[in-house]
């Protein structure tokens, strides 16, 4: 019971001194807690782990306490000394009613917990500082775990989360960390091993510092993806994030976050938040029917862009006959209003189908069945000319170069072309779909573009998908706005729906 916090400083407040010799007298004079106290509670422990309350250590007190749990402690429960009263003389209660007395009546209570703590902000970041290593779990399975365990609340909510990649470390702290750590890991709350505490997670309430908001995993456990062994971790998660959002532990059948993880092995058909825990986390957050974001969005937030590309290091995208470029993700180089393509690029028209550089430097825009190509900002002799001068395909919708093989894939529709750049020619066994060649893209594409953290990203409208060229699959937690993530904007839910 110490463990979690249920008999810690049960020194009398009379008897905490400072010096060691005031610690050594003051040890002769401590009292251990008086049966009461204790039964109290005990009694607050199996209202948590929904046994009989009954104050005493019983069978099902016993075999409750050894399930794994989760190792952030339990809150003190209101009124928490009605409890006896109310639980444990529960028989003499009945007999009183069956004298004829009237039962008496009790207070409806609250049965959620808030820890009276919130985010200030309805967007949130997140970021996987490392991996587990006691069992292999593809990264981008541990991603979609967390991803998924957020998406629960999010889904109820305002709220939107957002993964931050390792490219981007320096340039931005996420808002909460999760970790994989064994033993002692630099907090107050060591792991203990296999089974027991098998996570804990910490309250945004500014009382842990650069700990608030943080997921800690007990390393030494087996977790999966699936939940075939071991524990899922995707519920886990879900449970912990919770906390991490500002929730306390419940006492109620079918809340998730309940302390022990009784269910949170196997698949996760049929898991899902309860009521009681829709109702805690909007009363903190509300619900997601009410508007999300508020103020006039930015001009080049509200756009669908034309094309995008990658060029000499800095993010271009266009619309109509204008362009914005980005040098990494929120620092925004041109003016709000955007550049007039024609003052960069030279006879280069408006509302262009895709745009792309090649491994020699040069730019190659397309509309219809036509293609420009510069070498900086000038239009090469004899552009604009047919693609089929080229034999590249016509009306395309989006283009992804590849330098290492001097490569290009250019989409439309269903389908994808590979293009080599050096035989001008289209490689053998294209067109094909672009699920065989790109899995998990959506399609069709507005645009494509290798980003400087070397992953790929493909859009559609408003949204975007990351691809990852390690795992060859298309991320988890996608797709999401591009405006959001790539030019930090605030955009209205009007907008959003506009897509």
């Known amino acids: 019971m110490t463990k979690y916090k249920y008999l810690e400083d049960l020194t009398p407040p009379n008897q905490l001194v400072a010096s060691q010799g005031d610690r050594q007298r003051s040890s002769e004079t401590t009292t251990t807690p008086s049966k009461k106290r204790v039964m109290s509670k005990l009694s607050q422990l199996q209202h948590y782990l929904r046994v009989p309350v009954s104050g005493r250590i019983d069978e099902a007190t016993v075999e409750a306490m050894q399930r794994p749990r989760c190792g952030r402690p339990d809150p003190d429960i209101a009124e928490l000394n009605d409890l006896e009263n109310e639980d444990v003389n529960d028989a003499e209660e009945q007999a009183n009613v069956g004298r004829g007395r009237r039962k008496p009546k009790r207070r409806r209570q609250k049965r959620y917990a808030l820890a009276g703590d919130r985010w200030s902000k309805k967007h949130i970041s997140y970021r996987i500082d490392n991996y587990p290593t006691s069992v292999w779990i593809p990264r981008r399975k541990v991603q979609d775990s967390i991803a998924r365990a957020l998406q629960m609340w999010g889904d109820v909510t305002p709220l939107d989360f957002r993964m931050l990649d390792d490219w981007d470390i320096d340039d931005e702290d996420a808002d909460i960390y999760v970790s994989f750590s064994k033993y002692r890991h630099g907090d107050p709350y060591p792991f203990d091993g296999p089974d027991g505490t098998i996570a804990h997670a910490y309250l945004p309430n500014g009382q842990f510092g650069n700990l608030d908001g943080d997921v800690h995993f007990d390393d030494s456990e087996f977790f999966s993806y699936d939940g075939d062994s071991g524990y899922n971790l995707f519920k886990v998660a879900a449970h912990e994030l919770g906390h991490s959002l500002g929730l306390e532990h419940s006492h109620t059948m079918g809340s998730i976050m309940v302390p022990d993880y009784a269910g949170f092995k196997g698949d996760d058909n049929e898991f899902k938040l309860g009521d009681d825990d829709i109702r805690a986390i909007q009363v903190l957050y509300g619900d997601p029917s009410k508007p999300r974001y508020k103020g006039n969005p930015r001009a080049e937030c509200n756009k669908a862009f034309d094309a995008t590309a990658l060029i ?126 790109f899995p998990g893209i959506q399609t069709p594409l507005d645009a494509a573009f290798q980003f400087t953290d070397k992953n790929h990203y493909f859009v559609q409208r408003k949204k975007y998908q990351k691809y990852s060229t390690e795992h060859r699959n298309a991320d988890p937690g996608y797709p999401r706005y591009f405006g959001e993530d790539f030019i930090m904007c605030t955009t209205t839910k009007n907008n959003k729906n506009s897509d």
């Open 312 to 437: 000499d290091g800095t993010l271009f995208f266009f619309k109509d006959r204008r362009f914005w470029r980005l040098k990494r993700k929120g620092k925004l180089i041109s003016p709000k209003k955007g550049e007039k393509i024609a003052r960069r690029f030279s006879k280069m028209p408006h509302k262009i189908d895709t745009i792309y550089q090649r491994k020699d430097g040069h730019v190659v825009a397309l509309k219809g069945h036509m293609l420009w190509t510069y070498k900086g900002k000038t239009l090469l002799p004899g552009y604009p000319r047919s693609v089929r001068s080229r034999n590249m395909p016509g009306h395309v919708d989006a283009a992804l170069h590849f330098r290492a093989y001097n490569k290009t894939y250019f989409f439309r529709g269903p389908y994808v072309w590979r293009y080599d750049e050096k035989r001008e020619y289209v490689d053998a066994g294209f067109p094909t779909l672009t699920k065989e060649v």
